[in-house]
């Protein structure tokens, strides 16, 4: 099983550094492990890209998993409706902050 960090900042700017560093293991024949403990800033572009990685992996029939998973990027996932996308499961912290997270939009 390989890890593949994703780093602190995935805003908007990053969505196209993000795709070329997944595309690499797209085909790869094993688990993936994607890493976004240490994820504080997400857009949603980048969330696009990670949703389409696993749709595609998926459909391939290979496993992508998330080994860890911030709060901020958890949050993110859930206020855009994608953790089951993701294989992201509701933690109960999810639960309980439900209305702390606010639109920046």
Do not use: W, Y
């Amino acid at each position: 099983m390989s890890a593949v960090p994703l780093g602190d900042d995935l805003g908007i700017e990053a969505a196209t550094d993000l795709k070329q560093h997944l595309a690499p293991h797209l085909a790869q024949p094993h688990t993936l492990v994607l890493d976004a403990g240490a994820v504080q800033r997400i857009h949603t572009a980048s969330l696009q890209v990670l949703c389409s990685f696993v749709r595609q992996r998926r459909q391939a029939g290979l496993a992508t998993d998330f080994g860890a998973a911030s709060q901020s990027f958890r949050d993110a996932a859930r206020l855009l409706g994608v953790g089951p996308q993701l294989g992201l499961a509701a933690s109960d912290n999810d639960k309980d902050n439900s209305q702390q997270v606010e639109n920046a939009a």
